[in-house]
Each structure stands twice: as structure tokens, then as C-alpha cells.
């Protein structure tokens, strides 16, 4: 059974520095791994999208990178801002299937 | 705008009442998903649809159903039998191929037993 594990549960940053999530799945067999951003009381946005075939997408700050044979995806956030803050969460979409499996996510804050 | 819609944001359902929640896509997406968030839990799948008229419980389907007639459309009813229903609820849609797939979200409904 495909499981998904983030950490940290909890990140707490100055403003301007760089910062990497972690973001781990235990069956390598994926289509493809999501990254979303979640703010309090409101629904994800997603952030990145990455193919089981990709090693890393970009967007702005935001830069994803994903290791399948490790089963392992790092989101990295360049020259954070107290804008960031908000919870973050990865999904992998298991090969076969059309379920999302979730992590519990990473409670990001930066300190202006 | 394309997006999926929920509603209402805030439902408080009495004990032993059953209660719908909406959620609407315009997105021309075939799937869509129905997940329940608890805190430190994360988010768990209730049902999910490929298709019209089709659908597959997810890993708590239980005192939760669901219809698909329409492919815009996949209301969820919580019923009395889920005993612990208060949570944030979001739906999600997305295409329906082999690779690119990627997700979207509704902003979520959040149901309360008062």
C-alpha cells in the first residue's frame, strides 16, 4: 500500500532564506507526484506537477524535484517571504489507479 | 473562469440528519474526487468517479454516498450513520489519462454536528 510521509511536520524560517521540503512515498510506481500549497480554512493550489519521467519542474521560487527509484521529492523555496507561510502538501497519483494518496503536509511560517 | 465550486462553505447538520454537499467543476474534467481533512491527518479519500455514472469508494467511504449523473456534478451526502462527520471536506477533479493529470481543488466545505 502506497504510503506518503512529509517532513518536517513543522518549519519556522527568517524571512529571505532558502528552504527544502521533504516528501518521501514508499512504492516507486507512481504516474506522477503534485505539490499544493494550503492556507488556512481554504482549499490547495497546486504548485507543481512533476511526471514520473521528469526530474524536476520549475515555477518562479518554486522548485520540485523528484528521485522515483528512492521515492523521494524535494520542494525547494528560494529567498522565502512571510507570503509563504501556509501549509504544504505532496500527492502522488499511484501507477494504475486515479487516487491521489496524500502526506500530512508541512506547516510552513517565515518571520518577517 | 474554469474551476470547481463547493458549496456551501460552513454546514451544520443536526444528529441523525443527512446532509448533501455540492461541488460543481467547468473544468470538462472526467474525474473527480471527495476528501475528508482532519487536522494532522491530512487528506483521506472518501469516493471517487472516472466516469459518468461510475464510482469507487475510496479508504473511508463508510456513512458517506455519492452520484455522478451529470460529469460537471459529484454531490456527496454524509448520512447518520458516519458517526463523527464534523471535518473539512474538499472535492477535486482532474483528466483522465495515463500521465499528465494534474489535480484541482474546490475551496472546501466545512460541516460541523451541532
Known amino acids: 500500500k502506497q504510503e506518503v510521509t512529509q517532513i518536517p511536520a513543522a518549519l519556522s524560517v527568517p524571512e529571505g532564506e532558502n528552504l527544502v521540503l521533504n516528501c518521501s512515498f514508499t512504492d516507486s510506481a507512481i504516474y506522477n507526484l503534485q505539490w499544493f500549497r494550503q492556507d488556512p480554512g481554504k482549499g490547495l493550489t497546486s504548485l507543481l506537477l512533476i511526471q514520473s519521467s521528469q526530474r524536476e519542474q520549475t515555477s518562479g521560487r518554486l522548485n520540485a524535484s523528484l528521485d522515483k527509484s528512492s521515492g523521494r521529492s524535494t520542494l525547494y523555496i528560494a529567498a522565502s517571504q512571510p507570503g509563504d507561510s501556509a501549509t504544504y502538501l505532496c500527492?502522488?497519483?499511484?501507477?494504475?489507479?486515479?487516487?491521489?494518496?496524500f502526506g500530512t503536509g508541512t506547516r510552513l511560517k517565515v518571520l518577517a | 473562469d474554469g474551476g470547481i465550486t463547493q458549496s456551501p462553505k460552513y454546514l451544520f447538520r443536526k444528529e441523525g440528519q443527512n446532509v448533501t454537499l455540492s461541488c460543481e467543476q467547468n473544468l470538462n474534467h472526467d474525474a473527480m474526487y471527495w476528501y475528508r481533512q482532519d487536522p494532522g491527518q491530512g487528506l483521506r479519500l472518501i469516493y471517487y468517479s472516472q466516469i459518468v455514472n461510475d464510482f469507487q469508494k475510496g479508504d473511508i467511504a463508510e456513512g458517506y454516498s455519492v452520484s455522478r449523473e451529470k460529469k460537471e456534478s459529484f454531490p456527496l451526502t454524509v448520512t447518520s450513520a458516519q458517526k463523527n462527520p464534523t471535518a473539512f471536506y474538499l472535492c477535486?477533479?482532474?483528466?483522465?489519462?495515463?500521465?499528465?493529470?494534474?489535480?484541482?481543488f474546490g475551496q472546501g466545505t466545512r460541516l460541523t454536528v451541532v
Open positions: 500527492a502522488v497519483r499511484a501507477s494504475g489507479t486515479y487516487k491521489y494518496i
Open positions: 477535486a477533479s482532474s483528466t483522465v489519462s495515463r500521465g499528465w493529470t494534474e489535480a484541482f
